[in-house]
């Protein structure tokens, strides 16, 4: 690949053969190598770091100023960190009204209260217009070590929980792009999952926001790591009706779709009724759902398999290169 | 998520038990060709084609996917509009875009000044891009079989009647029936009967697939897209093949009328002709494909740009679409699948297409141990 | 080649070629050139933005009986 092409940062493939072969080798030290969402450092210590690049930056349910802090504190969180504070650096578009930028910032103060979070440090660019699509973010967190996610601890049995309906970001920022004239009342579901911070200590082995490249993606990601195979009931997979609408008339599949509020863990066995019960009393979790869980008898370590809703088994694959809406 | 009664797991295993009875008393081993893409896409996506296998039927995928069927030529003919005309727009379904040619792809083509790339996802929005871009040229790049072809040729009278001189189409009109002919024909692919396409049905009706049963002797069934809509239409195939009596039964009634879509097709036989095509896979067949009228010059591209999408398919050495697209060939067979060419990697246009055999079986295989399933 | 799903009519535009369609809730523009005398409360199946058939509710209807009659032998 001689010229950088934007599937660098689809989250899929693409980039996940860019961290193997380029970032690794030239970084490759023993915090970087898990690419965990957050690097633990000495002091139980967890530090992470994220760019936002979205395109537009308003759509309902938020704008790039919740996602910059939400996006960062939810790495924390499911690292097993108790997120504390964050830093943020604006890459600001010559010409950009600051009346929008104003309007950001203060939606990056109320994510950080809700979230629990403090700015501390930060930094200002501006660059010439036409180079920034308006608004660019990056924001680092740093947070407090309160447990140690261990994916090849999964037993045969755990259970696979996922927090709430797929879909809604990517959905949000669809309409909100107006592209295929698409209509649909749908909010993205960007928030802070702070509130799963004390399901550390009820037992989860694991837990990953479902951001980009979704949720098929996430979990090819932990069966790599998992000893054991991992099967998800498609039947049981919590769906917004705007996920299904959009799945029937674009032809986009919801295994993909971003969420940026969104967790899926693994939960032994004997402790998913309990964890199931904690979530769905939070506003977050309502609709949260045992979705699958690590096989003993079906699958080879390191697949990840999917019973459809019509009985059949086959792999799910991790996102391999930019969803594209389909119609023929 | 509520499953609805098309994706019941009691529904289909119902339906699987009848067809496993059916195919276990039939006279020779069952294998249907679904024709459409879509289809492929379905029974593979759904996890029925392992279960088919088990219940006794071999699903063998068709030729009916527009972007595996339409030759690079046509392809690098859309690529040079836009890296070689400035202002100029190429509109085009999602799809079309990553089949890789020797001037790359429609996606990583560098367009000239003032001229993009537009995905859009209707004719009609490349319609409202011509409209709303009063300083640009639009091209259509509008590949289909008749479930779009109306909808293309709709907006392109518009366009005339309109006089959207900006508007244009480029075609690469496919036609369902003359691949069916042309495959059982050619007679080497072992098929025992068909699943016809519902949505391209839902145009043409069922009069276009009577030879199959007339001339041919094999028994097929209209079917639509859900797991039930699939299982029902291949249920019927085995019916009419356990009663020896082929004909073309619908099973798709509440979307298929026996008379198809008249005004659709009326909208058809006033602006496009038939035409000789070269198909991907199944080279030329004579009157299988469509292309304006000459009253619909103006809206049309290849004569509008003085055109000629070169009839060269462009397959990579090694490639066995072809034999893919006339169903002898299973992709898992060829000797590129899995190696060489992969989703990421591709070396055909099945490969490719979200309907490609290639990529539908690679994508939604099963696991590498197929386990007996507990209920 | 074939995406297309059961939508219902919720708008129809003064030209009466074009207008809205409801799909769970979602609304997205619809071309209904292709279809004779369209009425709000229709269901027409789209495909490409351009309504290719109108469902009959009738046969609908049979079809989603005659599921539900496999599903309860299923369940025997």
Same mark, same amino acid.
């Given at each position: 690949m001689d010229k950088i092409s /934007?599937? /660098? =940062? =689809?989250?899929g493939k693409t980039m996940r053969d860019f961290i193997a072969r380029t970032i690794l080798p030239t970084f490759g030290n023993p915090r970087l190598a898990p690419l965990l969402d957050a690097a633990h450092l000495p002091g139980k210590i967890a530090f992470t770091t994220d760019s936002y690049v979205v395109d537009?930056?308003?759509?309902p349910g938020g704008d790039i100023g919740t996602l910059a802090v939400n996006g960062t504190v939810n790495d924390l969180v499911v690292s097993g960190a108790k997120p504390l504070f964050v830093s943020l650096a604006l890459i600001i578009e010559e010409g950009l009204e600051t009346s929008s930028l104003n309007r950001i910032l203060r939606s990056v103060r109320k994510a950080a209260d809700k979230a629990g979070v403090e700015i501390v440090t930060g930094d200002t660019k501006v660059v010439r217009r036409g180079q920034g699509d308006g608004l660019y973010i990056n924001t680092s967190g740093i947070g407090r070590v309160v447990a140690r996610p261990r994916p090849r601890a999964i037993k045969p049995g755990d259970r696979l929980i996922l927090t709430g309906t797929l879909g809604e970001h990517s959905l949000a920022i669809l309409a909100a792009r107006g592209e295929f004239g698409f209509e649909n009342p749908v909010k993205s579901d960007c928030a802070p999952l702070t509130f799963l911070l004390p399901l550390w200590n009820r037992g989860v082995r694991w837990m990953r926001d479902v951001t980009r490249g979704g949720l098929a993606t996430v979990l090819s990601e932990l069966a790599g790591e998992s000893p054991r195979p991992l099967l998800v009931e498609e039947k049981d997979i919590p769906l917004s009706a705007a996920a299904r609408a959009a799945a029937g008339l674009l032809g986009i599949d919801p295994m993909y779709m971003a969420c940026e509020g969104r967790a899926v863990m693994v939960v032994p066995e004997a402790r998913a009724a309990g964890v199931l019960a904690f979530l769905r009393k939070h506003s977050q979790g309502r609709r949260a759902a045992i979705i699958g869980r690590a096989e003993k008898t079906v699958g080879r370590p390191g697949e990840l398999l999917l019973r459809t809703e019509s009985g059949g088994l086959r792999l799910l694959e991790p996102l391999t290169s930019e969803l594209l809406p389909r119609i023929c | 998520m509520t499953t609805d009664l098309f994706h019941d797991r009691r529904v289909t295993a119902g339906l699987l038990a009848e067809i496993a009875g059916l195919a276990g008393r039939a006279p020779a081993p069952v294998r249907l060709m679904e024709v459409c893409g879509t289809h492929t896409m379905a029974i593979h996506r759904h996890g029925l084609k392992d279960l088919l296998r088990e219940a006794g039927v071999e699903m063998i995928s068709g030729p009916g996917c527009p972007v595996c069927v339409t030759p690079d030529g046509y392809h690098e003919t859309a690529i040079r509009l836009v890296t070689e005309r400035e202002n100029f727009i190429l509109a085009t379904f999602g799809d079309m875009t990553r089949i890789p040619t020797r001037l790359g792809s429609l996606q990583t083509a560098v367009p000239a000044r003032g001229s993009a790339v537009k995905i859009v996802y209707s004719p009609a929005e490349a319609f409202e891009t011509a409209r709303r871009n009063p300083s640009k040229e639009v091209v259509f790049f509008g590949a289909g079989f008749e479930t779009t072809i109306p909808a293309i040729t709709v907006t392109a009278l518009r366009a005339l009647s309109e006089r959207l001189d900006r508007f244009s189409v480029l075609t690469a009109f496919w036609t369902i029936p003359a691949p069916l002919r042309a495959i059982l024909t050619a007679g080497e692919a072992r098929i025992s009967g068909f699943l016809y396409p519902g949505h391209v049905s839902a145009i043409i009706g069922l009069e276009p697939y009577r030879f199959v049963a007339r001339e041919f002797g094999l028994p097929g069934a209209v079917s639509g897209f859900e797991p039930a809509d699939i299982l029902l239409g291949i249920r019927s195939v085995l019916e009419q093949i356990r009663d020896g009596r082929p004909r073309v039964d619908n099973a798709y009634a509440r979307v298929v009328r026996t008379e198809g879509n008249p005004a659709a097709r009326a909208v058809m036989e006033d602006a496009l002709e038939p035409c000789d095509a070269l198909w991907r896979g199944l080279g030329r067949i004579p009157g299988s494909g469509l292309r304006f009228k000459p009253q619909a010059a103006a809206v049309d591209a290849a004569g509008k740009y003085g055109l000629r999408p070169s009839d060269d398919a462009g397959d990579a050495p090694g490639c066995r679409c072809g034999e893919v697209l006339r169903g002898i060939l299973s992709p898992s067979r060829c000797g590129l699948f899995g190696r060489t060419c992969t989703p990421e990697h591709p070396r055909g246009p099945c490969m490719v297409s979200l309907e490609g055999a290639c990529l539908v079986h690679h994508k939604y295989r099963g696991p590498v141990r197929a386990v007996k399933r507990k209920i | 080649m074939c995406l297309a799903i059961p939508v219902r009519v919720v708008g129809i535009d003064p030209s009466g070629e074009t207008g809205k369609v409801d799909y769970l809730g979602t609304k997205i523009g619809a071309n209904f050139a292709l279809i004779k005398d369209i009425r709000v409360g229709d269901w027409v199946i789209v495909h490409a933005g351009f309504a290719i058939s109108r469902l009959d509710e009738n046969e609908a209807r049979e079809t989603l009986d005659m599921l539900r009659e496999v599903q309860r032998a299923g369940e025997g």
């Open positions: /934007l599937e /660098l =940062g =689809g989250g537009p930056v308003f759509f | - | -």
